[in-house]
């Protein structure tokens, strides 16, 4: 059974750092991880993620501000965030693909995290 936990969200001033951390089990290498993020009232988007591989990806609206770093020896998937601005207020919540590539569609996503609060006060 894959379970995926979270851990890392906060209530922060903008121009705060935080760091998200994602422990994975159950499942087997190699497959694509991701972060996306849902704000009240918006649809869950793609934040930035690692392919199997090791390739990362990253949404353009946290380029230059967010990390997707990954420890393959332990299931863990970290997303890095500094330079925080009120707009990056919602539930962050990390995602497992049945697949080494990467993909940005909430759909082609199996199994989640049960999402981590991150607010961002101006």
């Known amino acids: 059974q894959v379970q995926l936990v979270e851990s890392g969200g906060g209530l922060v001033q903008a121009g705060d750092s935080l760091r998200l951390s994602c422990a994975a089990s159950?499942?087997?290498?190699?497959?694509?991880m991701g972060w996306f993020r849902q704000a009240p009232g918006k649809e869950r988007e793609f934040v930035s993620g690692?392919?199997?591989?090791?390739?990362?990806y990253y949404a353009d609206f946290v380029k230059g501000r967010f990390t997707c770093s990954r420890n393959s020896a332990k299931n863990t998937i970290y997303l890095q965030m500094n330079s925080l601005k009120p707009e990056d207020t919602a539930v962050y919540y990390c995602?497992?693909?049945?697949?080494?590539?990467?993909?940005?569609?909430?759909?082609?996503?199996?199994?989640w995290g049960q999402g981590t609060q991150v607010t961002v006060s101006s």
């Open positions: 159950g499942i087997f290498n190699p497959y694509a």
């Open positions: 995602a497992v693909r049945n697949d080494a590539t990467m993909a940005t569609r909430s759909y082609e996503f199996s199994y």
């Open positions: 690692i392919s199997g591989v090791g390739t990362k």
